[in-house]
C-alpha cells in the first residue's frame, strides 16, 4: 500500500479524483495508525497504516489506491491517565469526527469501552481487549451528485410555517408510500408525503437529528433504542439506517436526493443538530470517538480533577466550545450541510450548553462569534433551544440578533390559557402579539420567536387535552422519567373515552390550540403528526420508542380528517393574511395617521381593555382587532403592505360570552372565518357594535368586509388567491365552518 505525505487540509477522509487524503487532529497522542477493513462484516482491519506526517498537530497522509468506498478508522496512541484527562487505547477503534457516512453501526459489548466493565476500579484501569469486531466504522466517500438547478427556496423567516418531524415516523406506516422507501429519506421526498406538505402549508420542514447517532447500551438492553437521535456519533454522516439502500455510498446520495425533491416543490430543510454533547456519555462511557482521539481537547473536564466531565446536557458529558479545533470542528459540519448537502437552516439542541465558555452562558461567546462572522452560516436560519440543564441555562429571549428560539414562554403561556387558568390574559396576549418583551429590546423582531404548543420532546397535542399525567410506563424506568407537570388538561377523562361531550370538548381545545398558534405574530411551528391527531397514549418522553408508539398513523377516522381540513384552513388564513406575519411589533397606536390603531385589545362590551381586566384572576376572555390596513411596512419591491382586517374573539371560560364587536364605517360589516365552536357554511354578515356570542372555551375569527371587496364565499376567488400564494387548489377553504373534503381533495384510507 503506497502511502504519500499527503496534506493536514481538509481534515477527514478526501477523494480527489486519484486518491484519498487522510487528516486526523490529536494534540496530546503519541502516534495515529490508519486501519483500513476489506468490508463492513470484517472483524480485523486488512491493513494498519501508521501515518508519519505531521503539520500543526493534524496526522495526515494520502492513499492513491484507496478509492470511495474504503472502510477505515483510527487507533491513536497515547498515555492512559484519566486523572489528567488522557484516555488513549490504541486497542480501541474509533470513528473518524469528520466521517461523511458510517458503513457500520455499533455493535454493543464490553470491548467497546476503554476500561473493564466491573472492575473495582473501574475506568482508571485500561482494558486492552481490541473492539475491532464490534466497533462502528467509517467509510470513504464521493460527494460528486447532480443537483441541476436546485436553490434555496428561501422562504423569509416571518412567513416561515415550520413542520417538525422524524425522518422513519413520518412515512414508516404511510400506505402511499412504496413499501422500499418507508422510513427512510426517499421516503420523505415521496409523492404523497409532499402532497400532505404542501397542503397543510408548511414551508419548512424539521428533521429530528439525522447526524448518525448510537443508541445507549441500556436500551438495547432493554430492547429499545434512541429513536429520537439526540445521541450523535458523526457531525457529518447522515444516519444509514434512514437510507433505502443501506450501502454507506448511497446514503449521502439519498439524502442529497431528498432535499432536492423537497426544494423542487418549495420546502426548504432544517435540521436539529446535537452539538453540545455526544454518544460517548460520562467517565464510565464507551470509547467511539473524541474520547480516544484527543480527551483533553474535545470535552469539558473539572478543573481539579479531569477524570469526571461538566455536564451541563444531562448526557454525561459537555464539548469544550473553548477550543478552537472543536469550534472549528463544529463550523466545518454546519458549512458541509449548507454548502455539500444544501440543508437551510439548524436548530440548535440545549444551545445555551453551546454559550457556555466558562461556567455562565456567554451571549458573547465565541461560539456566537464566529456564527455571525461567518459568511455562510450566517445567512442561513438559526434557531436556539434556548436552555439547558446548568445553573441559569434558561436563556429564553436573551440569544443575540440574528437568532430565533424555541420560546417556551409561549407554549406554557398558551397552554394555561385554554387550560382555564386565572391570571393569564395579560400575559396570553403578550405572547399571541409576538412576545415584544423578550425580543424587541434587544432590536429583534416577532420572528425571533419559534412559537409551539407541542414538540417531539412532551405530548402530542391529542395527549395534550387527553391526559392529565405522563404515562411513559413503555421506556422501562417505571413512569419516572419526563417532565411531570405537563400543563395539560384531559377533559374530565383520562385516556380514551366514548364520552360524546368530552370527545367535543377535546376536539375544541384541539381546534384553539392550533387556531391560536397560526394566529399568533411569530414563527409557528407544528410538530408533526398533530394536525393527524396522533396520540402517544400520553408518553410525554418517546425517546426510545421506534415502534407504532411514535410512528404516523395514516388511516384516519372521519373526526380526524375533519380536525386535519380545520388545520389545513387555518394555515392558509395565516398565509393570506399580512397582519399575521407582520415582520415588526404592533405598536398600538395609529400608524401613518391612520384613524384606527394597528392593534386594539377590547373586552366583551366592546371598550378597550382596563388596567383592571388585565390583571384580574377572573378573566378568561378577550378581544383583538388587528388592522390590516395600519402595517407599517413594505414588500420587496417596495411597496407597501396592506390586507385585511380581523377580529379575533377568545373565550377560555367554561361559560358563553357575548361580545359587542368593534365598530365600522359605512357599506362595512363583520364576517365570520371560523368558529372553532359550531362554524357557519354560510357567510353571515355582522354590523359593528352587533354582538357576537362566543361559546364557552373556543375561538373565533372574524373579517372586516367592505362592499367593493370580493366576498369570503367565493370560493373560485380564494382558490386563486391561494395559487398565487403557490398553495395547492384542492383545498376548499370556506368562511366559516372547517374545510370539508371535497371531490378534489383526497380521502385518508379508512380505518
Not at 403557490?726 to 383545498?731: D, E, F, Y
Request: aromatic share 10%; charged share 25%; with cysteine.
Amino acid at each position: 500500500m503506497r502511502v504519500w505525505p499527503g496534506s493536514p487540509y481538509p481534515l477527514g477522509a478526501t477523494w480527489n479524483g486519484m486518491g484519498v487524503n487522510f487528516a486526523i487532529y490529536c494534540e496530546h497522542g503519541t502516534g495515529v495508525e490508519l486501519c483500513l477493513f476489506d468490508h463492513v462484516r470484517a472483524t480485523r482491519e486488512s491493513a494498519r497504516i501508521k501515518l508519519v506526517e505531521q503539520t500543526d498537530q493534524v496526522w495526515h497522509g494520502f492513499l492513491p489506491d484507496v478509492q470511495p468506498g474504503q472502510i477505515y478508522g483510527y487507533r491513536i496512541h497515547g498515555p492512559y491517565e484519566p486523572k489528567n484527562g488522557h484516555r488513549f487505547n490504541p486497542a480501541k477503534l474509533v470513528v473518524d469526527p469528520y466521517a461523511k457516512s458510517i458503513a457500520r453501526p455499533i455493535q454493543w459489548s464490553d470491548e467497546m469501552f476503554g476500561y473493564p466493565i466491573g472492575h473495582p476500579d473501574a475506568d482508571l484501569v485500561r482494558d486492552d481487549r481490541d473492539n475491532a469486531a464490534f466497533a462502528p466504522l467509517a467509510a470513504v466517500v464521493d460527494p460528486a451528485f447532480v443537483w441541476g438547478d436546485d436553490r434555496p427556496p428561501a422562504t423569509p423567516l416571518h412567513r416561515t410555517v415550520i413542520y417538525e418531524t422524524h425522518v422513519k415516523g413520518l412515512t414508516q406506516l404511510h400506505p402511499a408510500v412504496p413499501p422500499p422507501f418507508r422510513g427512510t429519506y426517499l421516503g420523505l421526498a415521496s409523492e404523497p408525503v409532499l402532497r400532505h406538505l404542501l397542503d397543510l402549508g408548511v414551508t419548512a420542514v424539521e428533521l429530528l437529528p439525522v447526524h448518525h447517532h448510537t443508541p445507549e447500551r441500556s436500551l438495547v438492553e432493554r430492547g429499545l433504542t434512541d429513536y429520537w437521535g439526540y445521541n450523535t456519533l458523526a457531525f457529518f454522516a447522515p444516519d444509514i439506517r434512514y437510507s433505502a439502500s443501506k450501502e454507506p455510498l448511497q446514503s449521502v446520495r439519498e439524502f442529497k436526493m431528498m432535499v432536492r425533491g423537497l426544494h423542487a416543490v418549495g420546502l426548504e430543510v432544517i435540521l436539529d443538530v446535537v452539538y453540545n454533547h455526544t454518544a460517548e456519555g460520562n467517565h464510565l462511557g464507551p470509547t467511539l470517538s473524541l474520547r480516544g482521539i484527543d480527551n483533553l481537547s474535545y470535552y469539558r473536564l473539572v478543573a481539579d480533577n479531569k477524570r469526571y466531565y461538566m455536564d451541563y446536557t444531562g448526557c454525561g458529558n459537555t464539548l469544550n466550545m473553548q477550543s478552537q479545533r472543536v469550534l472549528a470542528l463544529i463550523m466545518d459540519s454546519l458549512r458541509y450541510w449548507v454548502t455539500e448537502m444544501h440543508v437551510d437552516g439548524f436548530r440548535f439542541d440545549l444551545a445555551s450548553a453551546l454559550a457556555r465558555e466558562l461556567h455562565e452562558v456567554d451571549q458573547l461567546g465565541a461560539f456566537f462569534d464566529i456564527i455571525h462572522q461567518d459568511p455562510i452560516i450566517s445567512q442561513v436560519k438559526l434557531i436556539a433551544e434556548p436552555w439547558d440543564l446548568g445553573e441559569g441555562g434558561y436563556q429564553v429571549g436573551n440569544f443575540p440578533v440574528g437568532w430565533a428560539e424555541w420560546n417556551g414562554k409561549y407554549r406554557d403561556s398558551v397552554r394555561r390559557f385554554w387550560r382555564g387558568d386565572g391570571g393569564q390574559v395579560s400575559e396570553f396576549a403578550t405572547r399571541l402579539a409576538g412576545s415584544s418583551d423578550l425580543y424587541e429590546r434587544s432590536g429583534r423582531r416577532p420572528y425571533a420567536s419559534i412559537n409551539f404548543i407541542t414538540a417531539h420532546d412532551g405530548f402530542t397535542l391529542q395527549d395534550l387535552v387527553s391526559y392529565n399525567e405522563k404515562h411513559n410506563e413503555a421506556n422501562g424506568e417505571g413512569n419516572r422519567d419526563g417532565a411531570n407537570d405537563n400543563e395539560s388538561w384531559n377533559c374530565g377523562v383520562e385516556g380514551p373515552t366514548d364520552d360524546p361531550a368530552v370527545v367535543a370538548l377535546r376536539e375544541r381545545q384541539k381546534r384553539n390550540f392550533f387556531a391560536t398558534l397560526m394566529l399568533s405574530q411569530g414563527v409557528p411551528m407544528i410538530r408533526g403528526g398533530d394536525e393527524l391527531s396522533q396520540s402517544q397514549g400520553g408518553n410525554n418522553n418517546a425517546y426510545c420508542q421506534d415502534n407504532d408508539i411514535t410512528w404516523l398513523d395514516w388511516k384516519l377516522t372521519p373526526q380526524q380528517i375533519e380536525f386535519l381540513d380545520f388545520a389545513r384552513q387555518v394555515v392558509h388564513l395565516r398565509h393570506e393574511q399580512p397582519v399575521l406575519h407582520r415582520r415588526r411589533f404592533f405598536q398600538g397606536g395609529r400608524i401613518r395617521g391612520a384613524d384606527i390603531k394597528d392593534i386594539t385589545w377590547f373586552a366583551p362590551d366592546g371598550g378597550e381593555m382596563a388596567d383592571e381586566a388585565w390583571t384580574s384572576s377572573l378573566a378568561r376572555a378577550l378581544g383583538v382587532r388587528l388592522a390590516g390596513d395600519a402595517i407599517d411596512e413594505r414588500d420587496e419591491r417596495g411597496e407597501r403592505i396592506t390586507g385585511d382586517t380581523l377580529v379575533l374573539l377568545l373565550n377560555a371560560g367554561d361559560a358563553d360570552v357575548p361580545f359587542k364587536l368593534p365598530p365600522v364605517a359605512a357599506r362595512c360589516h363583520w364576517e365570520v372565518v371560523f368558529d372553532s365552536a359550531n362554524g357557519q357554511e354560510q357567510a353571515v354578515p355582522y354590523d359593528g357594535g352587533q354582538e357576537y356570542e362566543i361559546q364557552a372555551r373556543s375561538i373565533a375569527v372574524l373579517l372586516l368586509y367592505r362592499e367593493k371587496r370580493r366576498r369570503l364565499s367565493d370560493r373560485a376567488q380564494r382558490l386563486a388567491d391561494l395559487a398565487t400564494l403557490g398553495v395547492p387548489a384542492r383545498i376548499r377553504v370556506t368562511s366559516a365552518a372547517p374545510a370539508k373534503v371535497t371531490d378534489d381533495t383526497p380521502a385518508a384510507p379508512e380505518r
